[in-house]
């Protein structure tokens, strides 16, 4: 059964047009996360949340942002994608977080173009 | 500045050999260091997890050596298959100096199990 999901799978969005990609756990984990992922390179965290404590990482972009509106449930929202912000966006959970943290379950991705 | 070094080149080998990937890294003191494997357009997934009192753990075909004195990982999978093929990533636990609360990921190194 899949743990975390992520929709859609595949996003094709217009330059400068708002989009929003979704996930979903089953795993009741305190912690979510968003990474973004181009070709070659390591996930690289945009922020994540605590239950509702939401913590961005410094150079995270204002153009993207986050909402959580429920355990289960956790939201990227791109304001205006540029042509550099195609990339997988990744979402993954753990129990806990900090010096301690557990293991991350990540979704299977939302490969995400621009125009 | 803290970082995680994988060699970006990758590692060929015949099926039946022993693959051993490498994995660097500079100005952290983890408590702990996890290797995940990622198929392409997917998301990672966790392997194993490896403490800083442990000098090895195994899995099945695979072993993991942590080398505090070195800042090194190994990664080894004996018996290869063509179906170990797949970009591996290790990460390592949070800065505790910094503040800084979720996993760091490096880049991956692609294995590549020839029949």
């Known amino acids: 059964d899949a743990m975390v999901i992520q929709n859609p799978r595949y996003q094709v969005t217009q330059f400068g047009k708002p989009v929003t990609l979704s996930c979903s756990q089953t795993l009741n984990h305190n912690v979510m996360y968003w990474y973004q992922q181009k070709s070659s390179q390591a996930p690289k965290l945009l922020f994540h949340y605590y239950d509702k404590d939401f913590n961005n990482e410094a150079d995270t972009p204002d153009n993207f942002q986050s909402r959580r509106p429920n355990t289960s449930f956790c939201f990227l929202d791109i304001r205006s994608p540029g042509l550099g912000d195609a990339a997988m966006y990744l979402c993954?959970?753990?129990?806990?977080?900090?010096?301690?943290?557990?293991?991350?379950?990540f979704g299977p991705g939302t490969r995400l173009t621009v125009l | 500045s803290q970082k995680i070094e994988q060699n970006s080149e990758a590692l060929n080998i015949q099926e039946g050999k022993t693959a051993t990937l490498t994995c660097n890294y500079t100005n952290y003191s983890p408590a702990y260091l996890q290797w995940y494997r990622q198929d392409p357009g997917r998301g990672p997934v966790f392997l194993l997890l490896?403490?800083?009192?442990?000098k090895e753990k195994r899995k099945e075909r695979l072993k993991v050596t942590f080398d505090t004195t070195l800042k090194q990982s190994l990664f080894h999978v004996t018996a290869s298959q063509p179906a170990d093929s797949a970009t591996y990533l290790c990460a390592l636990d949070p800065l505790m100096d910094t503040g800084r609360r979720a996993l760091t990921f490096g880049s991956g190194t692609r294995l590549q199990v020839q029949p």
């Open positions: 490896i403490r800083e009192n442990e």
């Open positions: 993954a959970t753990s129990r806990e977080i900090g010096p301690r943290a557990d293991t991350q379950y």
